[in-house]
């Protein structure tokens, strides 16, 4: 299943099966895109990132693409367990003078068993 | 357990008050990140320390200040309070002093204004 990340934060997936969360970034000049899982009642966790001279990046079972024409960034969970359950943030690095990380609005990712 | 420590978890306080949010960073980093999280919303960027120093400032209120201690632990100050500043408030730390590199966040101060 696929969602857009920003605006509507639900995304139900069967448990084994993979999952893509999108997310549409702001700003051209950003250069650096990260994604970070958080848990209920806990902080956010480094998921995985990509600097912007990449368009593919792995790591383990997750996969993040960077499309810099479209302004575009996903991640890609495969074979989905339960403990993926969580809300996924993606956020650009904007340079505007200084550097400032800016968060999308998250996606929750629910795994039915 | 992320390495960062933030005091206390939970604070309930009145409308117009001001308190003190505490943050320590993972042994060795130096920059110092906070963050607010409103219901349901992403993570708003408010204000960073690097080594002491303010290095960039987000969408930070003119209530709330923050500083960096020379041991590298950090404080957000918030005062006249209003219910709307009712949220969670991250703080995380980097080794590095730009956003561009993975940071590890505490597990947050629950911040509830009545």
């Known amino acids: 299943g696929e969602s857009v990340g920003l605006h509507l934060p639900t995304l139900s997936v069967q448990e084994g099966d993979n999952s893509i969360i999108n997310c549409a970034y702001s700003n051209s000049a950003s250069d650096y895109f990260i994604w970070y899982k958080q848990e209920s009642g806990k902080g956010p966790q480094f998921i995985i990132d990509i600097r912007s001279n990449m368009d593919k990046r792995q790591g383990q079972r997750v996969t993040v693409l960077l499309n810099k024409t479209v302004k575009h960034l996903s991640l890609q969970i495969a074979a989905t367990q339960p403990g993926d359950s969580a809300v996924y943030f993606c956020?650009?690095?904007?340079?505007?003078?200084?550097?400032?990380?800016?968060f999308g609005q998250g996606t929750r990712l629910t795994i039915n068993p | 357990d992320s390495g960062v420590t933030q005091t206390p978890k939970h604070l309930i306080t009145a409308t117009g008050q001001r308190v003190t949010l505490r943050c320590s960073p993972r042994?060795?980093?130096?920059?110092v990140y906070w963050y607010q999280q409103s219901l349901d919303q992403g993570l708003q960027f408010l204000i960073q320390y690097y080594n002491g120093e303010e290095r960039a400032k987000g969408n930070i209120l003119e209530r709330f200040s923050a500083q960096q201690f020379p041991d590298l632990h950090s404080e957000l100050n918030l005062s006249s309070l209003e219910l709307g500043d009712s949220a969670l408030y991250f703080c995380?730390?980097?080794?590095?002093?730009?956003?561009?590199?993975?940071?590890?966040f505490g597990q947050g101060t629950r911040l509830t204004v009545v």
């Open positions: 042994s060795g980093d130096l920059s």
């Open positions: 956020a650009e690095n904007i340079i505007q003078g200084a550097q400032k990380l800016v």
């Open positions: 995380a730390s980097s080794l590095r002093g730009t956003p561009n590199t993975e940071a590890f």
